[in-house]
């Protein structure tokens, strides 16, 4: 399968590819976390990105297609990708068709997370994720078992920083200008499917998986 998780900051995009990562062994490319691990290692792509993500704004589509486009090329994503937070404004989806046809691949679906403001806000605020392997988790719905310490690596967890507050409302105001205007680009396609991702995570899958079934779009038996 190849797909693209579309839906704004705190939505559920990373929570859904992880879920189907575990499940199916699909890649994962998240253009978030590519730029966090860019930042820790301190690339010159990370100190490009840096400010950028610190104060809520996308980074240039010159920094980010190529960074993408590069992992799209490693062996893992010949077949079966799933794009998390990619792309994020109408040049990069153009250029992520143009690229993909190169290879004879293209988008199957575009899975369109639906989630009330509200609850978002809740999610973003309530949000944690381990510095060392990206695991995310929540306050309420997912707490680690010791405060601050990761489940799966023992890693320090903390709220990023473009989660808190002051910064989350210009990400929403970015998604809304830049890249709610991809859900009509993909609809015109046939490719978007709806999903309700406001009553957790197991439903959320069931109506995902039947979807994906219905248009047989290829993910199980996947190793
Ligand atoms: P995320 O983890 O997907 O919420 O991304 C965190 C931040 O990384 C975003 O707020 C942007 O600053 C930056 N970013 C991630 N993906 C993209 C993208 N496709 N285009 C531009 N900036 C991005």
Same mark, same amino acid.
């Given at each position: ?5 579309? =839906? ?23 253009? +978030? ?16 990105? /840096? ?10 589509? &010159?920094?980010?297609? =190529? ?35 190169? &290879? ?28 060392? *392997? ?13 405060? +601050?310490? *990761? ?23 970015? /998604? /809304? ?12 396609? +046939? ?8 009553? +957790? ?8 998986? *039947? ?13």
């Amino acid at each position: 399968m190849r797909i693209i998780l579309l =839906g704004a900051p705190g939505a559920g995009k990373g929570t859904v590819a992880s879920a189907l990562h575990e499940k199916y062994n699909i890649a994962h490319i998240s253009s +978030g976390d590519l730029f966090r691990e860019n930042i820790k290692m301190e690339t010159p792509l990370g100190k490009q990105a /840096y400010d950028y993500i610190s104060r809520g704004d996308l980074v240039p589509d &010159s920094v980010t297609i =190529g960074m993408v486009e590069e992992r799209l090329s490693a062996p893992d994503c010949s077949k079966h990708f799933m794009l998390d937070g990619f792309p994020r404004t109408l040049a990069q989806a153009d250029s992520l068709d143009r690229f993909l046809a190169e &290879s004879n691949r293209e988008i199957e679906a575009v899975v369109s997370l639906l989630v009330p403001d509200e609850l978002i806000m809740k999610r973003i605020s309530e949000r944690r994720v381990c510095v060392s *392997c990206a695991a995310g988790f929540s306050l309420t719905f997912n707490p680690t078992r010791v405060e +601050g310490v *990761c489940d799966h690596c023992g890693g320090q967890v903390i709220q990023r920083e473009d989660d808190k507050p002051e910064t989350v409302l210009s990400r929403l105001r970015t /998604y /809304y200008e830049k890249t709610r205007p991809l859900e009509e680009y993909y609809r015109a396609r +046939g490719l978007i499917i709806e999903i309700d991702n406001s009553k +957790g995570l197991q439903p959320t899958m069931i109506d995902l998986e *039947c979807a994906l079934r219905d248009r047989d779009i290829e993910f199980e038996g996947k190793s």
